[in-house]
């Protein structure tokens, strides 16, 4: 009787939680879709051209003209938010992009070669991971240029080596299995069996992390445009915006503050459809 009874003071806690889950993932997927709308069509959704000056209203707070004020030269700050979603989605789909490419195919071989193979590539993940993200990210991007391009697939290199050792993980479970097996004595060479039997076998664990590296991205993405690093004036980014408010804190502090916020959401909305994500994976949903 007394478990029946904390099982019912129970339920209504556990629902709770999962209307409460369920709508944090939905405010998400909304999220992100309004910035992925921003990147598509901006010319749309701002109000003014994101290099435009109003020199007459420069450091303005948020107004009905500027609905989130203006920056240090008189350029709107909602705009500018609003066009920096296209560079800051691009950056992050370059860099995800290489740290796919690469760290899969790494830590397949890997996984699946084993012996000498394995042991070498998994020093030379060991060496690169030893530096961390940021400087490794700022060296390449100082040696071949501070493109948008360039410093995000930078980014993209720094993060393959804790791909490939997610991909080995997978890919040591998988390999050892009947129809990996039975592959091989059938005459199917390496790479068939590493890429028709191995591969999408072993990419679960990656394709559940692929959120969580790509909210590290945009964070990445947004310190290298603090810096200046990345998309180079007059253009809009996220992290340019930041670093050129950093100076004007005193007088407009909304300056620093919203363009800090959209980082944050976008941030936490990619890591909450991430949990969402790894939550169906664990239950076996399909």
């Not at 009787?1 to 099982?7: F, K, N, Y």
């Not at 290199?157 to 097996?181: F, H, N, Q, T, W």
Request: with cysteine; glycine share 10%.
């Amino acid at each position: 009787m007394s478990a029946v009874l904390a099982r019912a003071a129970v339920t209504p806690r556990k629902r709770s939680r999962g209307v409460l889950t369920r709508i944090g993932f939905w405010l998400a997927v909304g999220w992100l879709g309004l910035m992925i709308l921003c990147a598509l069509v901006p010319f749309l959704l701002a109000p003014y051209d994101p290099i435009e000056q109003h020199l007459e209203s420069v450091l303005a707070t948020p107004n009905p003209e500027f609905w989130l004020g203006t920056d240090g030269i008189g350029r709107d700050v909602f705009s500018r938010l609003v066009w920096g979603a296209r560079p800051a989605l691009i950056g992050v789909a370059i860099a995800m992009g290489t740290a796919l490419v690469l760290g899969i195919l790494w830590g397949l071989v890997s996984g699946y070669v084993g012996g000498v193979v394995d042991m070498l590539l998994m020093r030379v993940a060991d060496v690169f991971l030893a530096f961390p993200s940021a400087l490794l990210s700022i060296a390449i991007s100082t040696i071949l240029g501070g493109t948008l391009a360039v410093t995000m697939v930078a980014v993209g290199i720094a993060l393959a080596p804790s791909i490939a050792r997610l991909m080995r993980s997978g890919a040591i479970v998988v390999r050892d299995r009947e129809y990996v097996e039975a592959s091989r004595m059938y005459g199917y060479g390496l790479w068939h069996r590493m890429i028709r039997h191995v591969f999408p076998n072993a990419l679960l664990p990656v394709m559940v992390q692929v959120t969580v590296f790509a909210g590290i991205t945009l964070l990445a993405q947004t310190g290298l445009g603090f810096l200046g690093i990345g998309v180079q004036p007059p253009e809009a980014s996220w992290g340019a915006s930041l670093g050129e408010s950093f100076r004007y804190m005193n007088y407009n502090i909304w300056m620093t503050i919203i363009p800090g916020l959209v980082v944050v959401m976008t941030v936490l909305s990619l890591y909450t459809v991430g949990d969402r994500l790894r939550d169906r994976f664990a239950d076996g949903a399909p």
